[in-house]
């Protein structure tokens, strides 16, 4: 079936599109010249078009696609829809998977891993990251095991239900990430640069209370009789069961609570709807409606942005590769970007994205990236 670009990039710019036309519409916005207008008949439209079809079926049996290296920026998206209104179509002979050549770096960046340092309540500290799979503690009735896939999973015996007052600690380093079972079946997963504290057994306490700094998934197991809330500073959150995320870093001006499923209620006042969001600076909860997506993109291995700040995404990028981020003019006026990239390539690689559709270049000299703009 061949797919008229003109249609498909209609379809995209009123949010009803299948996942077949949103590739082709990335395609074609990646190959985009963001300067330059050429008007194209319908012949040659047509053409286009059917090439761009061709292409993305020869390379979906590749599997190039699920690199999901594509990068818009935000000009370049509102010039499609002019340009869709205008009759009028603009493009180069660059296609996704056939790039430019990549700008070398002095040197790069690996990305960061699954790695972690488990605290208990007696004061002893485990590195996650070098510990051999199986048990690595067993605590007041509390059996803490490793799996092979790299997944902490308490088991709390008849014991270890009278612990409730026992804690544990785990924290992610800059450059880090880890996935837990807390002792209720709830799993977690841990951002970069994040620390949960959490009691070793939930079974002797009428509340399932815990506390995030940074940034978590929870996927939390039902259990009616035992609300299960999670603290961040000065907002709490507060469910029965459900799939959500909190964004509560020390650095972000604002706590971020993005629901998936299910329902939370926050501070007592605001619930949330599947899809949406709240941003806490400490006096009102702002709430909207996100792209569920972009908010547990780094659960899935990836950066997602959606007309995001240059500024946000570097922040990401500081904390996932443990890198210093140097601007040498002020971040305020930066460009905005929409895309998507595999969280675990080298810096490099993401460094590379963000150029190839801005006149923003960076250089890289040991852990310090600094971003010049022209």
């Given at each position: 079936?061949?797919?008229?670009?003109?249609?498909?990039?209609?379809?995209?710019?009123?949010?009803?599109?299948?996942?077949?036309?949103?590739?082709?519409?990335?395609?074609?916005?990646?190959?985009?010249?963001?300067?330059?207008?050429?008007?194209?008949?319908?012949?040659?439209?047509?053409?286009?078009?059917?090439?761009?079809?061709?292409?993305?079926?020869?390379?979906?049996?590749?599997?190039w696609f699920r690199q999901r290296t594509t990068w818009?920026?935000?000009?370049?998206?509102?010039?499609?829809?002019?340009?869709?209104?205008?009759?009028?179509?603009?493009?180069?002979?660059?296609?996704?998977?056939?790039?430019?050549?990549?700008?070398?770096?002095?040197?790069?960046?690996?990305?960061?891993?699954?790695?972690?340092y488990l605290t208990l309540a007696s004061g002893k500290k485990i590195l996650l990251n070098n510990s051999s799979t199986g048990t690595l503690a067993v605590e007041a009735g509390v059996k803490i095991t490793k799996t092979s896939d790299g997944q902490l999973v308490y088991t709390v015996?008849?014991?270890?239900?009278?612990?409730?007052?026992?804690?544990?600690?785990?924290?992610?380093?800059?450059?880090?990430?880890?996935?837990l079972h807390l002792p209720d079946g709830t799993k977690v997963w841990l951002n970069a640069a994040s620390s949960l504290r959490y009691p070793a057994s939930f079974a002797a306490l009428k509340e399932r209370r815990i506390e995030l700094v940074g940034e978590a998934y929870f996927e939390v197991a039902k259990d009616?009789?035992?609300?299960?809330?999670?603290?961040?500073?000065?907002?709490?959150?507060?469910?029965?069961?459900?799939?959500?995320d909190i964004n509560a870093y020390p650095d972000e001006q604002v706590v971020k609570t993005t629901l998936l499923e299910g329902s939370v209620k926050l501070n007592r006042q605001v619930v949330l709807k599947p899809g949406e969001q709240s941003a806490w600076a400490g006096k009102k909860f702002n709430v909207r409606e996100v792209n569920v997506n972009d908010v547990i993109d780094w659960?899935?291995?990836e950066?997602?942005?959606?007309?995001?700040?240059?500024?946000?995404?570097?922040?990401?990028?500081?904390?996932?590769?443990?890198v210093e981020i140097i601007?040498?003019?002020?971040?305020?006026?930066?460009?905005?970007?929409?895309?998507?990239i595999s969280r675990f390539e080298n810096v490099s690689s993401?460094?590379?994205?963000?150029?190839?559709?801005?006149?923003?270049?960076?250089?890289?000299?040991?852990?310090?990236?600094?971003?010049?703009?022209?």
């Open positions: 079936m061949k797919k008229d670009v003109k249609e498909v990039l209609e379809k995209v710019n009123s949010g009803n599109y299948s996942p077949e036309e949103e590739a082709i519409a990335k395609l074609w916005l990646h190959q985009l010249h963001q300067h330059d207008d050429a008007g194209l008949s319908e012949q040659d439209l047509t053409e286009i078009s059917d090439d761009m079809w061709n292409k993305l079926q020869k390379d979906k049996k590749k599997k818009i920026t935000v000009a370049a998206a509102a010039s499609i829809v002019l340009a869709v209104g205008a009759g009028l179509y603009m493009y180069r002979g660059q296609t996704l998977g056939q790039t430019n050549t990549l700008k070398a770096y002095l040197n790069d960046v690996p990305a960061g891993s699954n790695k972690a015996s008849d014991q270890g239900k009278k612990a409730g007052r026992a804690y544990n600690r785990i924290e992610t380093p800059r450059g880090g990430q880890y996935q009616k009789s035992h609300p299960f809330i999670v603290s961040s500073g000065t907002q709490e959150v507060e469910v029965l069961g459900t799939h959500f659960k899935n291995g950066f997602a942005f959606t007309n995001e700040s240059l500024s946000d995404i570097l922040k990401k990028v500081s904390r996932w590769y443990d601007y040498t003019h002020p971040p305020e006026h930066m460009p905005t970007f929409t895309g998507s993401v460094l590379n994205m963000l150029e190839e559709t801005s006149t923003t270049r960076f250089t890289i000299e040991g852990r310090r990236i600094t971003v010049v703009t022209r």
